[in-house]
């Protein structure tokens, strides 16, 4: 049995993602992954800094938490983003159905209590043991979305690059069995390997049959830190330079890591959002920079669309740019953010020191549009609207020194 050292202290939290994410807060289960897939970004990252042995979250930590929240006492960003019935996350980090789950059973745990307070939850997995008791009669008194993740690459070449899940036809089995018991499942095609998309469309088509009905896909991102290592290895075990696939593509840089251009994506985006469409299923870009593409507010699938009694986050990029959109002039000015709800309390507490700011630097406004006002007009980080495919600078600046913003582009784009 797997030895566990104690609490994982920051199982619940917000992510960094939720600059561009509908829903920002992640609960897992263990600190640590057991399906060792080469891609994947937590697994080094997230270790770095965690001290030795696998640690857990407290199951009775978060009932507490929950029925704190639910009497109205609120003492953080998370218990307002609880409080707003926001989405958890549940594997955000670190898959909660890897086999250690079977012994240790932290997320069976996790689920109970979810369960219990009805709390809308998206559960990301590769794993098959949703399908066993108690695990499966749990999920059917949930209110939540199941959506298994799969790298979009010829079946043949899956071991080199997940070399501990069961393969593809277990996933179709299991979002079959699923979905059959009425539990809202979805497809993450994610990573998708360059010059595979065809396998990945024909994988969406099998999701579709197996009656997934939300489907999202994301390119291959590399991690600066594995290029000669797990990144080799996989080129090596595929029999081409991935990295050397990219480049001839296009390639960007963001951080230390490596993804292909907006441009290189284009295309397949589009293939993907038709295929979606035309097979009676919700689409989600997964690449952040398309994930205004999506139907609904996030990557996720368009969860808000499918999953009752949950309100998504839309206080951030993609809530403005997603509400210009409905604006005749497709204007997304900075003070749209403050007509959408977004957390009073410190959102700065849960990211790196280096990325808080002091109270008397935040011009009188809360901690979470201090953050977006030092990035709204771009600069040292790389999310701004312009960011995102298909929004424009129009070279105005608003009478607070903003940029405006205009989605026009983007929305051409989605009314084909």
């Given at each position: ?107 069976r745990e996790l689920l109970g209590v979810l369960r219990e307070h009805e709390y809308p939850t998206l559960i990301s997995t590769k794993g098959s043991l949703p399908l066993s008791e108690p695990y499966l009669s749990l999920l059917e008194g949930m209110n939540v979305v199941v959506r298994l993740s799969a790298a979009g690459i010829p079946e043949p070449l899956r071991r080199a690059v997940e070399p501990k899940t069961e393969g593809f036809a277990a996933t179709e089995r299991t979002l079959f069995a699923l979905s059959a ?236």
């Amino acid at each position: 049995m797997p030895t566990t050292q104690g609490t994982y202290k920051h199982a619940l939290s917000v992510t960094g993602q939720i600059f561009f994410c509908a829903a920002p807060i992640r609960l897992d289960s263990y600190d640590t992954c057991q399906f060792g897939c080469t891609y994947c970004f937590s697994r080094d990252r997230s270790r770095a800094w965690a001290s030795k042995g696998i640690h857990q979250a407290s199951p009775k930590a978060l009932a507490l938490r929950l029925e704190r929240v639910a009497r109205g006492d609120v003492r953080s960003a998370v218990d307002e983003f609880l409080t707003r019935r926001v989405p958890l996350q549940l594997g955000g980090l670190q898959d909660p159905f890897t086999p250690m789950e079977a012994e240790l059973g932290v997320t069976r745990e996790l689920l109970g209590v979810l369960r219990e307070h009805e709390y809308p939850t998206l559960i990301s997995t590769k794993g098959s043991l949703p399908l066993s008791e108690p695990y499966l009669s749990l999920l059917e008194g949930m209110n939540v979305v199941v959506r298994l993740s799969a790298a979009g690459i010829p079946e043949p070449l899956r071991r080199a690059v997940e070399p501990k899940t069961e393969g593809f036809a277990a996933t179709e089995r299991t979002l079959f069995a699923l979905s059959a018991r009425g539990i809202v499942t979805g497809l993450r095609i994610q990573p998708i390997f360059p010059g595979h998309e065809e396998e990945a469309l024909a994988m969406a088509e099998a999701a579709a049959r197996a009656g997934v009905r939300q489907l999202s896909f994301e390119y291959l991102k590399i991690p600066g830190e594995s290029v000669d290592t797990e990144m080799a290895a996989a080129s090596r075990a595929l029999g081409y330079d991935i990295v050397e696939r990219m480049r001839r593509l296009g390639v960007v840089r963001l951080g230390p890591d490596w993804s292909l251009s907006r441009d290189a994506k284009r295309p397949f985006v589009r293939r993907a959002r038709q295929l979606s469409h035309a097979l009676g299923v919700k689409f989600g870009a997964g690449d952040t920079e398309f994930i205004p593409w999506s139907d609904g507010n996030g990557c996720c699938g368009a969860s808000e669309l499918t999953q009752e009694g949950a309100n998504h986050f839309t206080g951030n990029f993609v809530g403005a740019i997603r509400a210009s959109l409905a604006r005749e002039d497709k204007r997304v000015t900075f003070d749209m953010l403050e007509g959408l709800w977004s957390p009073a309390q410190s959102v700065g507490n849960y990211m790196d020191w280096r990325r808080r700011i002091p109270a008397d630097q935040r011009e009188g406004r809360t901690d979470w549009l201090a953050l977006m006002s030092r990035r709204w007009n771009g600069g040292k980080s790389p999310y701004s609207p312009a960011f995102f495919d298909g929004v424009r600078p129009t070279g105005e600046i608003d009478e607070t020194g903003f940029k405006i913003y205009e989605s026009s582009e983007l929305a051409r784009e989605l009314a084909v």
